[in-house]
């Protein structure tokens, strides 16, 4: 029988790109599927189930308390709200109307980014802080912490931090101006895996809470995410996110997750409540974590490295190419530099790529410098040929 993406009358692309979300994100290991698939066969409690995952998650990161989200920015969205109402399920109702609570967020200016647009979400105002004016090359300063502690008044709520190799000001800094005050910090870490070391490394700086993808190198369902920190936040998150269509003397809540002895009652369904997380998620997030966790980073590495060397070596004696590798980053990549030699230029190229059959997808963020980079992290074994197989034909 024809699989269900050819009965859906949907093609299956050749993904050089990476976990990219309008891409469908990463290819789970089959034991992440079959777990899903099992989950999919029993009812459980949800809450319990987030739970069981939050536990593990504590396990992994060295935080007090995790929770499954939909996805990175969907634990930006909860991790706001959580920094926003506490455990006033009062405050939780009346959400996205921040009206007489804390409802700023300060961020350095350089960090600010379309994902932001989750914080926002939670009815809070985004303060930027600091003029990167290195851009201009005319100075060398970024956001400097004398000017986040400047910024953080009694309306501040929390300061998001967006996890880079290159951000500015160190989260160090930032935690310790930000706790000062006593304001809890909510970093932004979604794609810094691997190396696996960053899921312990910005709780371990003093982030309160810390968000993950669970579709990018995690290879985890694509809807999905970690959200790990400290006790209460994630409390207060996990109040906004599940359904709590319940009756107060029957609630009995995982008290691992929610301490019910701490609510004046319980919040109606929350902010969070249209990001909800399904039991498949759950269960395949917390497999993918696992997997990641022993998997041997060494092994990874070298099979991402034949995948590309497999493309480059398809591509020798193309006039106008020249195949790099970029080992400089945690993924290496493969950079397709074209120079005017070349039949197409890069633009042209990804986009007959695109249009073949199969469509191949490759990574066109140095496309103004007329390169094209391959990423293997979503390639299948067979499919590096048939990238260079195809690139071969464009340009011959
Ligand atoms: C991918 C990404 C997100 C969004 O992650 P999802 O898991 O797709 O919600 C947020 N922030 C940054 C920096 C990202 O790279």
């Known amino acids: 029988m024809a699989g269900i993406y050819e009965r859906l009358g949907v093609r299956t692309i050749v993904n050089a790109k990476g976990s990219a979300t309008r891409l469908s994100g990463a290819i789970l290991p089959e034991e992440v599927a079959q777990a899903m698939a099992e989950a999919s066969q029993s009812c459980v409690d949800i809450a319990e189930l987030q739970a069981a995952a939050g536990a593990i998650i504590a396990e992994a990161t060295g935080a007090e308390a995790g929770y499954v989200t939909s996805g990175a920015a969907a634990g930006l969205l909860l991790g706001t709200a959580a920094c926003v109402t506490g455990l006033d399920p009062g405050r939780m109702n009346r959400l996205p ?69 290159w951000s500015r000001p160190p989260l160090a800094d930032i935690v310790r101006i930000a706790h000062a005050a006593g304001v809890p910090v909510l970093v932004d870490a979604a794609a810094q895996l691997p190396p696996a070391t960053n899921l312990r490394r910005f709780i371990a700086e003093g982030a309160d809470l810390v968000v993950f993808s669970g579709g990018k190198a995690l290879r985890g369902p694509q809807a999905s995410g970690i959200l790990c920190g400290r006790r209460d936040l994630v409390m207060a998150a996990a109040l906004q996110h599940l359904d709590l269509d319940i009756d107060w003397p029957l609630w009995s809540p995982p008290p691992g997750l929610i301490d019910k002895r701490l609510l004046a009652g319980a919040p109606h369904h929350g902010i969070g409540r249209p990001c909800k997380v399904g039991r498949e998620e759950i269960v395949g997030l917390i497999t993918a974590l696992r997997l990641f966790l022993a998997a041997d980073p060494e092994a990874r590495r070298a099979a991402w490295h034949v995948q590309l060397a497999t493309i480059a070596d398809g591509l020798g004696g193309l006039p106008g190419l ?75």
């Open 97 to 165: 109307d921040t009206a007489g609570m804390k409802n700023e967020v300060v961020m350095p200016r350089s960090q600010r980014n379309f994902y932001d647009h989750a914080v926002r979400a939670a009815g809070v105002r985004i303060v930027e802080v600091g003029l990167p004016d290195r851009f201009s090359g005319a100075g060398v300063r970024d956001a400097e912490p004398w000017e986040i502690a400047d910024a953080i008044t009694e309306r501040t709520a929390a300061v998001h931090f967006v996890a880079q190799p």
């Open 322 to 396: 020249t195949a790099r590798l970029d080992g400089s980053g945690e993924v290496p990549l493969l950079h397709l530099v074209l120079d005017h030699d070349a039949k197409l230029g890069a633009a042209e190229l990804a986009e007959r790529l695109q249009r073949g059959d199969p469509p191949i997808h490759v990574d066109h963020a140095r496309l103004s410098e007329n390169i094209l980079r391959c990423n293997p992290t979503c390639l299948k074994p067979d499919q590096p040929a048939i990238v260079a197989r195809r690139v071969r034909e464009l340009l011959t």
